[in-house]
């Protein structure tokens, strides 16, 4: 008589090994939100009778990048969802996963992972990626020789550890047995360019090993407008939202000035959940700018070249650079000038 060990999760409902690995695989990257509504839609399917619909499922391609973001304030996101689009644009299998949602042993399952994490506080994992972290640094860790992987760190120099959790996902994996594709890469608060020179390094190295998806594979689930906006507004391109109310909700003769703030979304698509962030451009103040200059005696219209763009002097001045903190790269440089 056969032994239950031996036997797969699915052996109960009638699957054979092949359709519990394709299913296992399919399912490996969704979060339980999207779970809960595929069950519901194969219920549904059962219960009409119509599961010879459903769209038949062959073997997809051996090697596909995972993307496993961790991300305390949303730029680890953006920036994973990026490079995703990269990928599907190049027509290269892929998968995006917030930490939070992983498997932890699935690990052992995939050929390229690519980890795309912040650090938190002082050198700590993002809320989203410390199971993930403390996983890989203790004891039940697996080894992992069959996995290549790729680590992209964001940061800031003027923490002392600064892309720290990158650092420790980078050795970690190394010290378990995965092979790095290229070398890590720590990115500054100024990072556009950087983690676009990290997504085309990465994939000019995995392009030929990842194969393109076979046809009958299982087709993405449309989950809304939800899922659409994620993609559609970024960093690069914010959605512009009204202002609708900042109330001050501290005492008259308190020191801190908290405030309730409400932003009108309207046909955005974006929603906001427990745990997601705001991120805020600020503006210099041009009178600060216009002293700055004069004290200088620099033309404010004239045209530099700014990542890779061209933008009056003003311009930068106003939007792109931060005037009124003394960051460490600002006093090295400052140094330099100076003597």
Not at 108 to 120: N, R, W
Not at 166 to 183: E, N, P, V, W
Not at 239 to 247: C, R
Request: hydrophobic content about 35%; aromatic content about 8%.
């Amino acid at each position: 008589m056969t032994s239950p060990i031996n036997q797969t999760p699915g052996f109960a409902a009638g699957l054979n090994d092949n359709q519990w690995t394709q299913i296992s695989q399919a399912s490996a990257a969704l979060n339980p939100q999207q779970l809960t509504w595929l069950s519901g839609y194969f219920a549904g399917l059962a219960q009409n009778g119509q599961a010879s619909t459903i769209p038949s499922v062959t073997a997809g391609p051996s090697q596909s990048m995972t993307i496993l973001y961790g991300s305390q304030t949303g730029n680890a996101k953006g920036v994973a969802e990026e490079y995703k689009a990269k990928l599907d644009a190049l027509n290269l299998p892929s998968k995006l996963v917030s930490m939070a949602d992983y498997k932890h042993k699935q690990l052992k399952t995939e050929s390229h992972v690519a980890i795309v994490v912040s650090t938190h506080g002082e050198g700590e994992a993002p809320d989203d990626a410390v199971e993930l972290h403390s996983f890989l640094g203790g004891k039940k860790a697996p080894k992992l020789d069959g996995l290549k992987f790729a680590v992209l760190g964001l940061g800031d120099t003027s923490y002392e550890f600064f892309c720290q959790t990158a650092k420790d996902f980078d050795s970690r994996l190394q010290s378990l047995g995965a092979t790095r594709i290229i070398d890590r890469v720590d990115c500054d608060v100024d990072y556009d360019e950087t983690t676009t020179a990290w997504f085309d390094s990465l994939n000019h190295e995995v392009k030929d090993e990842l194969s393109a998806p076979t046809a009958g594979t299982v087709p993405s689930l449309n989950l809304g407008a939800q899922s659409v906006a994620a993609t559609q507004y970024t960093k690069k391109a914010p959605f512009a939202a009204s202002l609708l109310e900042s109330q001050k909700i501290t005492g008259r003769d308190s020191v801190k000035d908290i405030r309730h703030i409400e932003i009108s979304l309207e046909e955005s698509g974006i929603q906001y959940r427990p745990g997601d962030a705001l991120g805020v451009w600020f503006q210099n103040d041009e009178q600060l700018v216009a002293d700055l200059l004069a004290t200088l005696e620099l033309n404010p219209e004239e045209n530099i070249t700014f990542s890779g763009e061209e933008y009056s002097l003003k311009q930068v001045l106003v939007n792109k650079l931060e005037l009124t903190q003394s960051y460490p790269s600002f006093v090295q440089a400052y140094t330099g000038f100076a003597n």
